[in-house]
């Protein structure tokens, strides 16, 4: 990307364990109510987890009827209700505030696994006729995005980014790429997960890959501390209405912030260990910023993608002290209260930023006790830095060495 228009943010929608919506959740980011727990009585991930981050039930039929409310698997759900509420923040109707045939979405994601997993257990245990007709709809990845099109009557482009846990990243960054182009001038863009059953959770954990031991779940997610041992996997969407500026301008709308950057790179390394050296990370932060047409210098906060791993946290220092300078620009992890939501982490983390560009706040690393030596970093800890950001930056690295930076900046 190089420097061009950028895309307006005037609409979030956000379901998280921390809460729903913009301002309940970054309320929460702000004072540190953890949305991690043991998992529910009951729960499919019930003695499989030791901790997760939960959306509280929700009830399919305030977004679908019939067979519906049934087959459809829960990403699904979760990113119907957030992409209704991410239009209903931006005051913003298709077909009425904005061209369907130039109004997009674009909604990543792993698909629909939990899915797959009860059908395959139920052909197991009963045969081929327990095969429900609906699965292939309930799994396919470009699902949620197929039915926010159909709910919402979008005839632009329509697409499911999955590139790990950069996919809700990646999708935004997509959504700038085609208000840059002129090919929208309306971008609902973001990812859904629900990874919370036991197949998904035992792969994490197998891989050794989750949080364990913490007599309190909701303290497990500890990025950058030196005793952090894992991430805690969570569910959620986290959807963002992306507009070209002439276009919310026309319909007076301000927005929260400004989205005017975005750099996305490969490591070419390794199927799940980040580059040691950071390298590629640091180049998609560059790329950010030259897609943003800033310099380094300019930017206020980093919210980091942090995801409280050995390896993870230690390569995105590197990159940043590479980029930034060590301690050159203030870095917070908001997973250390929403745990890991995979794809849809970059999404929920966007918001987060766009938010505290917008509202001059910028949200802590919680459970950051003790800073690792090979973290060195001006770490935001304990508490809110109320402080005025220009220009912010959110990172998402996926496994593959999928590397995207986003670069927001205020209004």
């Known amino acids: 990307m190089t420097a061009a228009d950028a895309a307006v943010v005037t609409g979030i929608g956000l ?18 109510r953890s949305g991690l727990s043991r998992p529910p009585a009951g729960h499919p991930v019930d003695g499989v987890l030791e901790a997760g981050g939960f959306v509280p039930e929700i009830d399919p039929r305030t977004v679908l009827s019939g067979p519906d ?42 698909g629909g696994m939990a899915t797959l997993e009860s059908q395959v257990l139920a ?22 995005a197929a039915r926010i099109a159909i709910a919402h009557g979008i005839r632009g482009y329509s697409s499911s980014v999955g590139t790990a846990c950069a996919s809700g990243a990646q999708s935004i960054a997509d959504g ?42 909701a303290r497990a997610s500890r990025p950058f501390d ?3 041992n894992g991430f805690v996997l969570a569910e959620g969407a986290a959807l963002l209405v992306l507009e070209r500026e002439a276009h919310a301008a026309a319909r007076g709308v301000r927005g929260y912030a400004r989205l005017i950057g975005a750099g996305v790179t490969t490591d070419a390394h390794h199927p799940t260990a980040p580059r040691p050296d950071g390298a590629g990370a ?56 929403t745990g890991h939501l995979l794809g849809a982490s970059g999404a929920l983390e966007a918001a987060a930023t766009a938010l505290a560009v917008s509202r001059g706040v910028l949200p802590p690393t919680y459970h950051l006790d003790e800073p690792d030596p090979n ?34 900046a205020t209004r």
Not at 22 to 32: I, K, P, Q, S, Y
Request: hydrophobic share 45%; charged share 20%; aromatic share 6%.
């Open 15 to 32: 379901l998280t364990p921390v809460g729903r919506g913009a301002g309940e959740v970054f309320d929460a980011l702000c004072t540190g």
């Open 69 to 110: 409310t049934k087959t459809l698997d829960r990403i699904v759900v979760l990113a119907l209700l957030a992409a209704a509420d991410a239009f209903a923040d931006a005051k913003l109707t298709v077909g009425q505030d904005a061209d369907p045939e130039r109004t997009a979405v674009i909604v990543g994601g792993v």
């Open 123 to 144: 052909r197991a245990a009963r045969g081929r006729a327990a095969v429900s007709p609906y699965l292939l709809t309930g799994i396919l990845p470009n699902m949620p």
């Open 282 to 337: 640091a180049a998609c932060m560059r790329r950010a910023l030259a897609s943003g047409g800033v310099d380094a210098a300019a930017v206020g906060y980093v919210n980091a993608h942090g995801t409280s791993t050995k390896l993870g946290d230690i390569a995105e220092t590197t990159a940043l002290g590479a980029v930034f300078g060590v301690g050159g620009v203030p870095v917070s992890s908001t997973k250390a209260l």
């Open 375 to 408: 973290c060195p970093a001006d770490h935001i800890m304990a508490k809110p830095r109320q402080v005025g950001c220009d220009v912010a930056m959110s990172n998402s690295f996926g496994f593959g060495g999928q590397n995207v930076s986003l670069l927001l």
């Open 226 to 228: 030196v005793r952090r």
């Open 176 to 217: 700038l790429r085609l208000i840059r182009s002129g090919e929208a001038d309306v971008v609902l863009a973001g990812a859904s997960e629900s990874p919370l059953f036991p197949t998904f959770a035992d792969t994490f954990g197998n891989a050794r890959a989750l949080a364990r031991g913490w007599a309190d779940p």
